[in-house]
């Protein structure tokens, strides 16, 4: 019966299977989708020398003004958040691998004496519940290790989503930055020019009045656009992990050029639901409800079954050898609530997938929408309303060469060049940013930034003519 029993405990242990840590703590498939999604390297930093490796690339990066590539790529190397997402794969490895080991057995030793005669009782007990469970949990946490695994992916995009983004905010704002800068000299010259002829009676009070009043607007549009320029850059340091001395990196003097056309997405909402990181970790999150609801169905009456070896020996008997069972009576918990509650736990992630995908559907359309939409505005900018202020302006230029027009109208018009080339720049930094929502869209969830987050700096400064 021993050699018996002792079989049964070798066969139950080989159907388990070996329980092990994997080379790469799960990281690959990380990698392989940055890599797919992204073209950026992406590192999981474990030793000294790893993060000496970072610490290289880093230094490497931050020797040149960041492109919105750099900046993805010293993101996710840099982000200290990112590396902590990346330690919950160890997390959910370790949970994986203890569900495939093999439970403990208890042994228990007992010493009863009655009179001269000593009884000394060995016993051997396996957890007979757990070993007939081991299969079903090992899934269970293969699925929760996958899921994980994808919310790590997710969180590598969604950084380098939002490193995007920002950049193209500091960039942006670093321009109108300049712009309010040029509209504070024109208003300033002309409350100069205007103080100086009103002095000599050569202009009316109400004139000098108005002057002034813009270029004190105008030094109040800078002071915002300073601020918002901090503010950017600091969103962008955040997300690049950087402080001390390497908080001074330098950025590209204006954004991108718009592309010819904006891109082509007719299978916009396939693709969508083929590479969605939040669809597939909903569905995964269903698959892993289930496989728990078959294991408490399984487990229902056998949570606490175990299997002994006893022995038992006196000093004035012969040996006593056999085997035990043990396991509760289900006379007042048959599982029958445990199974009622995995059912609409499972119900509830069946829900939660579908509404997940539909989700996913619409932001991915409505991010598309975005995206056309601030091309059309860019490019209108770009073809039609800067060439129309270059026009104006050169015809008004010409006209103040002739003595038809005073000083201030020419102040007055470059003003208002000057406010056509800020929004334009403004456009194109919607565009930018819807380009990034998109990119993200067909991966995970977007921020769906609103397009025309307010009046740039500049333009707010240089609404009034100074008449």
């Not at 024109?186 to 009676?201: K, S």
């Not at 909903?282 to 294991?295: D, S, V």
Request: proline fraction near 3%; glycine fraction near 8%; include cysteine.
């Amino acid at each position: 019966m021993n050699a018996s029993l002792a079989l049964s405990a070798l066969a139950l242990s080989l159907l388990a299977g070996c329980a092990s840590f994997s080379p790469d703590g799960g990281f690959g498939a990380v990698e392989t989708a940055a890599k797919a999604h992204t073209g950026k390297a992406v590192l999981w930093v474990r030793s000294d020398e790893q993060q000496a490796s970072a610490d290289r690339r880093v230094a490497e990066l931050l020797q040149r003004p960041l492109s919105a590539d750099d900046a993805v790529q010293l993101a996710l190397l840099n982000h200290r958040g990112l590396q902590a997402a990346f330690h919950e794969l160890g997390v959910a490895e370790a949970d994986f691998v203890q569900a495939g080991l093999l439970p403990n057995p208890g042994f228990s030793f007992g010493r009863m004496t009655r009179g001269d005669e000593v009884e000394i009782e060995r016993g051997l007990h396996f957890n007979l519940g757990r070993l007939i469970a081991l299969p079903l949990a090992r899934r269970v946490e293969q699925r929760r290790f996958e899921q994980v695994q994808a919310q790590a992916a997710l969180a590598v995009l969604s950084l380098a989503a939002d490193t995007r983004r920002a950049w193209v905010d500091a960039v942006a704002a670093e321009a109108a930055l300049r712009y309010t800068q040029q509209v504070l000299d024109a208003a300033e010259a002309g409350a100069e020019l205007a103080r100086r002829m009103a002095r000599v009676g050569n202009f009316t009070k109400l004139q000098q009045a108005r002057e002034q009043a813009f270029a004190a607007e105008a030094a109040l549009g800078h002071a915002r656009a300073a601020q918002q320029r901090l503010a950017a850059r600091e969103r962008l340091t955040r997300l690049l992990g950087l402080w001390g001395e390497q908080t001074a990196f330098t950025l590209p003097e204006r954004l991108p050029d718009l592309p010819a056309a904006p891109d082509e997405r007719p299978d916009l909402e396939r693709v969508a639901m083929a590479q969605r990181l939040d669809v597939q970790g909903a569905r995964l999150a269903t698959e892993q409800t289930a496989r728990a609801l078959g294991l408490t169905k399984t487990t229902r009456f056998v949570n606490v079954l175990e299997l002994g070896l006893v022995r038992n020996s006196s000093n004035e008997a012969p040996v006593q050898r056999g085997w035990e069972i043990g396991f509760e009576l289900p006379l007042f918990d048959w599982g029958t609530a445990r199974t009622a509650r995995a059912e609409s736990v499972y119900r509830q992630a069946l829900a939660r997938a579908a509404q997940t995908a539909i989700d996913a559907r619409s932001e991915v359309r409505e991010a598309y929408g975005a995206y056309r939409s601030a091309w059309d505005i860019a490019r209108h900018h770009r073809d039609e309303t800067v060439p129309l202020a270059a026009r104006v302006s050169e015809e008004n230029l010409l006209r103040y060469n002739g003595m038809l027009i005073g000083v201030f109208e020419l102040l007055a018009d470059a003003r208002a060049q000057i406010a056509a080339v800020n929004a334009a720049l403004q456009a194109q930094r919607d565009f930018w940013r819807a380009e990034a929502d998109l990119q993200m869209a067909l991966v995970g969830r977007p921020s769906l930034a609103a397009l025309g987050a307010g009046p740039a700096p500049a333009l707010a400064a240089a609404g009034g003519d100074g008449h």
